[in-house]
């Protein structure tokens, strides 16, 4: 169903005339006349101001996708078996440990410029007292 289609049958369920649909998101009649008939589409603030109203999620609304039953999901134990498969690749892991051997080196440099403004500080003002 195209969401011209969907629109119109939401407004319909919901008993809403055209008019008291657009005061609900401050646009005008014609504006929601033309978006039913497919002559135009609403921007993105006006899509998720429909789908809060409608209670419906955006991929429902406008790609008329249904949204997963919860007897129908994966547990969760196959969602991280998915997610560690995908995310956790050997590539990714080398990624990881030399972005944290750059922030070693890094914090490194930075104590020791620390140590050695410390060091030229006291050579040229003394142990403060």
Do not use: C
């Not at 002559?39 to 101001?49: H, N």
């Not at 999620?57 to 196959?78: C, F, H, N, Q, R």
Request: no cysteine; aromatic share 6%.
């Amino acid at each position: 169903m195209e969401f011209h289609d969907k629109l119109y049958q939401l407004r319909k369920q919901k008993g809403l005339s055209q008019e008291e649909l657009a005061n609900r998101l401050n646009v005008s009649r014609q504006t929601v006349s033309k978006w039913e008939l497919g002559d135009s589409t609403p921007d993105m603030e006006k899509l998720t101001a429909i789908s809060n109203l409608f209670v419906i999620s955006l991929d429902e609304l406008v790609m008329d996708k249904i949204p997963m039953e919860t007897g129908k999901s994966a547990d969760k134990s196959e969602i991280i078996n998915e997610l560690q498969q995908k995310v956790l690749t050997e590539e990714n892991k080398k990624k990881a440990k030399r972005g944290l051997k750059i922030t070693a080196i890094l914090f490194g440099i930075l104590v020791l410029i620390d140590m050695i403004s410390m060091i030229v500080y006291f050579g040229l003002y003394g142990f403060p007292k």
